[in-house]
């Protein structure tokens, strides 16, 4: 049944966006009567380079908004932007006090497109604009598109913009907006389940259609009437009543899709009732709108495919007219252009020639001395490692034993002297004791026991949760399984790629939330890492990437690896390595 409350929004939204093309009474409105919408917009465009010619900016924005519109009937909806960022351009480079009236058509455009952000985004700072240009007219508009995305939402601050377009309607004594915003309230309270408040105001928005006798007023509340009465009050035989009024009085006015909603309401209300001769026949009558309706889509299809194509042969003729006529102005310059570009082209060629064997020189000389650096880099690492092992081996193995020897030999000695104890031997088993536990960390730093005994995966998961605070969140994801080993040289140069990267992180990107991707992939290990921190150039950083960046880059391409880099400034980082697998 909510299908009936969101047809009512959508038909006040569509009513209200049609309603302020009603203004000035030219060829245009002739053109748009006729539905010649071809003939409109070559009329608009005639009319809006005139315009800029004369320097009439303000009539130029004014008819730059009707033919943005018409664009936007044509479903030409870049061509519309187009003429309404142009429009915008010369409104503020001239001042014209129009310029609430074109963002808020570029508001509406992005939200036909879908893009709530932008559509928001435009809807503000028109409502800022038209404050300062007095423009009530766009306010109005614009209050009501930001109850309507805001109501989409599902967003408090809904109410907060109904209220504001309502007392605007009543400022300006608008029956048409003050009828669509009786209905709005309804609608909104009827989404909060509020049925006393929102039958207040469909009552009083069937009072002020029946007094003005607006008849797309009348139609809508009478649908709001049906849903009120079938949903509130279970009343399907008012309810029912209500449709086949509209039925009677608006058929000759509503649409195939309207017909379909109003037949889809009644069927539900004769079933609820029983009558299901009654529900059949209706079932019936929404078969054939549906299959109405699909045709009626395919026609348009067709049509639209057959304006467009009219659209761009109008601008094709257009633009093959204005080129001949350049032609013709500028045939008689050509062949001394000609003469002189070709001596220019000679001059420009000799030069980029020969600095382009320059460039060349300079680049293998940079290769080479890029080559060079990585080898020297990749050797002081690869001893870096070596040494690191060895040192952890010899700390290990031999001083923490001979350490832990020693304190065991003291403590046998202690446990014979009971009485006379001397402080010497105590301090000297505490200072064995002391020294053994900063050998034992001291290896632990070099080669992480969690990578020796259990593998890579375990590694990088202790990693994440040792540099996990109050600060910044560490998670790993992975698809395989956490006890697979891999070669240990392979293991031992990924985890201090995977180090480097966590310090970086915690060095500089002021993230609050850090993640680690690693899988499997065609005897490929794909490795990404993520943060949500402050970013940063990456055009400025590949020239002066510190030693950090420049170690992780010579590590990887030494796995004979390929390292991505993507960074944003106030949005994050990420990191991209592929890695060929080496197993044991």
Request: proline letters at 1%; glycine letters at 4%; hydrophobic letters at 35%.
């Amino acid at each position: 049944m909510n299908r009936i409350l969101g047809y009512s929004i959508v038909f006040f939204f569509v009513a209200l966006f049609n309603s302020k093309a009603q203004n000035n009474v030219d060829s245009l409105d002739f053109y748009l009567e006729k539905k010649e919408l071809i003939k409109a917009l070559n009329y608009a465009k005639k009319k809006s380079e005139q315009f800029l010619k004369q320097k009439k900016y303000k009539e130029f924005c004014k008819i730059s908004v009707r033919k943005a519109k018409l664009y936007g009937r044509l479903n030409d909806h870049d061509k519309s932007l187009t003429t309404l960022y142009n429009a915008i351009t010369v409104a503020e480079k001239y001042n014209i006090n129009c310029k609430s009236e074109i963002i808020e058509q570029i508001g509406t455009r992005y939200s036909i497109l879908n893009d709530t952000v932008r559509s928001l985004k435009n809807y503000y700072k028109a409502k800022k604009i038209a404050f300062i240009e007095k423009d009530t007219a766009t306010l109005i508009h614009v209050y009501h598109n930001l109850f309507r995305l805001h109501t989409e939402k599902n967003l408090d601050s809904s109410y907060y913009y109904l209220q504001k377009k309502f007392k605007l309607d009543k400022l300006t004594n608008s029956v048409s907006g003050l009828s669509f915003t009786y209905n709005n309230f309804f609608a909104y309270y009827s989404l909060r389940n509020d049925f006393e408040m929102a039958k207040k105001y469909m009552d009083t928005a069937y009072t002020t259609a029946l007094k003005y006798k607006d008849k797309k007023s009348l139609n809508a509340v009478l649908s709001n009437y049906g849903y009120y009465y079938m949903v509130y009050e279970n009343n399907f035989k008012k309810g029912a009543e209500m449709y086949l009024r509209i039925l009677e009085e608006f058929k000759g006015d509503l649409t195939t899709i309207e017909l379909k909603e109003i037949y889809l309401n009644l069927v539900y209300a004769y079933e609820q009732l029983g009558d299901y001769k009654r529900a059949n026949y209706y079932n019936t009558l929404v078969l054939e709108a549906t299959q109405k309706i699909n045709n009626e889509n395919l026609s348009d299809k067709i049509r639209e495919i057959e304006t467009k194509y009219a659209i761009d042969k109008v601008e094709n003729e257009y633009k093959e007219k204005a080129k001949l006529l350049e032609d013709r102005q500028s045939r008689n310059k050509k062949i001394i252009f000609i003469f002189i570009a070709l001596f220019g082209f000679s001059l420009i060629l000799f030069y980029f020639y020969f600095q382009n064997l320059q460039l060349k020189q300079r680049n293998k000389i940079k290769e080479i001395d890029s080559e060079i650096q990585e080898n020297i880099i990749n050797a002081s690492i690869d001893g870096q490692e070596l040494e690191r092992k060895k040192l952890a081996e010899v700390l290990h193995d031999n001083i923490s034993a001979l350490l832990s020897s020693a304190g065991l030999h003291l403590s046998a000695y202690l446990v014979g002297q009971k009485d006379n104890i001397p402080e010497e031997i105590i301090k000297a088993r505490s200072l064995l004791k002391d020294a053994h536990d900063k050998v034992r960390d001291l290896s632990h730093e070099l080669i992480p026991p969690v990578l020796a005994k259990l593998g890579l995966y375990l590694a990088i998961q202790d990693l994440c949760e040792k540099n996990t605070n109050s600060i910044i969140q560490f998670t790993l994801h992975h698809n395989g399984s956490n006890l697979k080993r891999y070669h240990d040289d392979f293991e031992l140069k990924v985890f201090y790629i995977v180090t480097e990267l966590f310090n970086n992180i915690l060095k500089h990107s002021d993230a609050t939330n850090g993640e680690i991707f690693v899988e499997e992939k065609n005897n490929q290990m794909l490795i990404k890492i993520m943060d949500n921190g402050k970013g940063f150039d990456t055009s400025k950083s590949f020239q002066n990437d510190g030693f950090g960046l420049t170690q992780i880059k010579a590590r990887v391409k030494n796995l004979k690896g390929k390292i991505y880099i993507q960074s944003e400034l106030n949005v994050g980082t990420t990191i991209k390595i592929n890695l060929p697998i080496v197993n044991r």
